[in-house]
């Protein structure tokens, strides 16, 4: 019996169990077979992740492939994603096992209107590395939730959810890598930019920065263009060009920055470089780059003053001299320089009887004072930055009591200029100067004048002839602006020592009095961009202040004017010197309103709307997000502008704005319910209408002025 038992037992044993063996023996000792990727898809774009490994092992790192793939045409954004756009957002979840932030490729310029937005059109793939813990054991389950955002035209957030498992290497040893996918894996890590191994340094001031990459001289000759990508908001406007120089310390970019925008904390970014063969490589700047406040290194220089984003050609010192010295000549023609110009013309038309050679004592006065003024403001820019302070060309519109000073010169002289009051201006019968005193001194301080009032004004050329020269050695600071003062005081110097010349100008007449009232405009024209100007630097507040100080200060001067008696032209000189000292007061910035306010509107609720429509109000609804490209666009060059907000005033339409930033199902429904995946979506419901006229995507100031007053009804 026990026999016959035994001989069952084996011949179960040989012919079900050892089989089992042998299937798993083998299928430890035969290559791991491969994991297909996992998939999630969207309306727009499909989301994809798979595994480098076919197994891991505790405490050594594996790499996950993600590859984001939008529709033709449209695209996915970079880690900083630019002027508009969203990063994408991952979530991971897995015990045991920690993952670092993703590794994104190179990106590309994404320019759209006056915006500028790092992306990918087509497929990307960023590498994300996971480490397991040294204990842990079994199968590791890795759970991804992910939100990104897709563009064309319009908008459209995508999302969605994906889990893999790696199972542990029982093994012991051996190769794991899935050789399935290496051509994924290799084309991804080529794809990212390599470590730079170059120290950088950026140097950031109120409205520009600068980046400067060290390198040897040899480095510098293969670079043709360079672009940098930042990693941060506040290193630089990334729609405005980038300008490249090169010096004897390696690479410096100039970068425009928004003044008062946030500062960067750490500084870091992607520079992007062409070489002369024309390949192009991008190095990730990381811990090596440091924020700070000074200036960069000077430079000899040879190089660089293309605009484009991804190359910049070199702007030598005699090409920096000459567009100074054009610069110069233009600036003439600004309107806040052209009526002293014009006026000193009219001066020396008047003075016939003036001999040669006092004209040219007059020209050359005149020459002197713009160039001492011009020698002033750059010894205090070169001793301000020669102390750290990170300024540049316009640095005293960085001031508000500076600004606010300007303001007011500018409408004394277009008062002066309208005949409120007078200046002694040499064509009324006295034969004098502009200034308050004629000859050589009068035409001395016109010059000082002239320049006082070209400081808010920059001519064509100037920008990369200045540009260049802060980034230079003083001997080439010097002569650049040197070039410049000699440009703008050229013409009146050729008028006063060519005869010729001065033959070509019309003879005194009425209409001099009549020309100069109209160059009185031009000057109003710069003092109400001052107010601007003052109103971002010192709030909303301060400039009342300052509205009320030129009141006071023309009821001062009509005072001055109404007799000669001590006690009024006392009374009249304290009344303008507390105008004038009103301005030195400056409350906190940030209290006045905001531009374009009323076009923010209400919140958009289904309720409100119904509200509104039922007191026959016309509404216009706007949906919009942060991270919508078009949406951006169409703020600023339609929605958000003066006539926009008066056409809606006038026409009476309230405004209500849905935003779409942060996930909303209640505008979700909306969009669905017109037909739209996404955001931007514009609604007019004109008053009594049982249905909204559907706007297009793209806005124009003419768009909405036509859809709202045909839908009205009325002109």
């Known amino acids: 019996m026990m026999r016959h038992v035994a001989g069952r037992l084996a011949v179960f044993v040989a012919s079900v169990l050892l089989p089992g063996v042998l299937v798993l023996m083998a299928g430890a000792i035969r290559p791991a077979v491969a994991a297909a990727p996992v998939t999630v898809s969207d309306s727009h774009s499909s989301l994809s ?11 050594e790192p594996f790499w996950l492939a993600l590859t984001f793939t939008p529709r033709d045409h449209w695209h996915t954004y970079w880690r900083n994603p630019g002027d508009s756009g969203m990063a994408p957002d991952l979530t991971w979840q897995a015990s045991g096992a920690v993952f670092d932030p993703a590794l994104y490729p190179v990106p590309a310029l994404l320019p759209v209107g006056p915006l500028m937005n790092y992306g990918y059109e087509g497929p990307a793939t960023q590498l994300v590395r996971v480490m397991p813990d040294a204990n842990t054991r079994g199968v590791l389950d890795i759970t991804l939730n992910a939100e990104w955002l897709v563009c064309e035209i319009e908008c459209v957030p995508q999302g969605g959810g994906v889990s893999l498992s790696v199972a542990p290497d029982a093994r012991g040893g051996g190769d794991a890598t899935d050789t399935a996918h290496s051509d994924l894996f290799s084309a991804a890590r080529a794809a990212l930019p390599e470590p730079s191994y170059w120290d950088a340094e950026l140097s950031l001031s109120g409205e520009s920065a600068s980046l400067t990459v060290f390198m040897t001289r040899d480095e510098t000759a293969r670079v043709t263009g360079a672009y940098f990508f930042p990693g941060e908001e506040g290193t630089a406007d990334y729609a405005a060009p980038q300008v490249l120089t090169r010096g004897p310390d390696g690479l410096t970019l100039g970068l425009t920055r928004f003044d008062g ?5 750490r500084g870091d970014g992607l520079l992007l470089l062409t070489f002369a063969d024309g390949m192009t490589q991008g190095f990730s700047i990381e811990r090596s780059l440091s924020a700070s406040s000074a200036p960069p290194s000077g430079s000899d220089a040879s190089a660089i003053a293309d605009r484009s984003p991804a190359a910049a050609p070199v702007l030598p010192l005699w090409q920096a001299a000459l567009f100074a010295l054009l610069g110069g000549v233009i600036l003439n023609l600004m309107p806040c320089v052209f009526p002293i110009l014009s006026l000193k013309a009219f001066s020396l038309i008047a003075s016939g009887d003036q001999s040669p050679t006092a004209r040219r004592v007059e020209g050359w006065a005149y020459t002197g004072g713009i160039m001492a003024s011009f020698g002033i403001l750059v010894a205090v820019l070169v001793i301000l930055r020669a102390g750290g302070a990170g300024i540049g060309w316009g640095f005293q519109l960085q001031d508000p009591v500076f600004v606010a000073v300007m303001v007011i ?3 004394l002289v277009g008062l002066s200029l309208s005949g409120l009051f007078h200046f002694r201006t040499g064509f009324e019968g006295t034969g004098q100067g502009l200034a308050a005193q004629g000859g ?5 301080f016109t010059g000082v004048l002239a ?15 200045i540009g260049f020269a802060l980034t230079q050695s003083l001997p080439a600071i010097v002569l650049v602006f040197a070039m410049l003062a000699f440009g703008l005081a050229l013409p009146f ?3 006063s020592h060519v005869p010729a010349v001065a033959r070509l100008m019309p003879k005194p007449g009425p209409w001099m009095e009549t020309l100069k009232q109209a160059l009185a405009f031009p000057m109003y024209l710069t003092a109400v961009w001052l107010m601007y100007v003052f109103n971002t630097l010192a709030g909303g507040a301060a400039l009342i202040f300052l509205l009320g100080a030129l009141v006071v200060l023309a009821f001062a001067i009509w ?6 008696g001590p006690v009024l032209r006392t009374l009249a000189a304290a009344v303008g010197l507390f105008a004038v000292g009103s301005v030195l007061w400056q409350p906190e910035p940030g209290t006045g309103e905001p531009a374009g306010d009323y076009m923010q509107g209400d919140v958009f609720s289904l309720a409100r709307l119904s509200d509104l429509r039922g007191e026959g109000e016309p509404v216009f609804a706007y949906f919009t997000a942060d991270w919508c490209i078009t949406c951006k666009v169409n703020e600023r060059v ?4 003066a006539e926009t907000e008066t056409l809606f005033r006038a026409q009476g339409v309230r405004v209500l704005k849905g935003d779409f930033t942060s996930r909303d199902k209640a505008i979700a429904d909306i969009l669905a319910s017109y037909g739209r995946a996404g955001v931007p979506l514009y609604l007019y419901f004109p008053s009594g209408a049982s249905e909204a006229v559907i706007l297009p995507e793209i806005l124009t100031p003419g768009i909405l002025q036509d859809t709202i007053i045909s839908a009205n009804g009325r002109g």
């Open 493 to 495: 110097l050729i008028l």
């Open 440 to 444: 050589p001194r009068g035409a001395f």
């Open 261 to 265: 925008g946030l500062t960067p904390e």
């Open 409 to 411: 010169v500018m409408v």
């Open 49 to 59: 992740v798979v595994a480098e490994v076919t197994s891991y092992r505790p405490g």
């Open 451 to 465: 320049t006082l009032v070209a400081t808010p004004c920059t001519a064509p050329l100037m920008a990369p002839a």
């Open 559 to 564: 005072l001055w004017q109404q007799g000669r």
């Open 638 to 641: 339609a929605l958000y502008r």
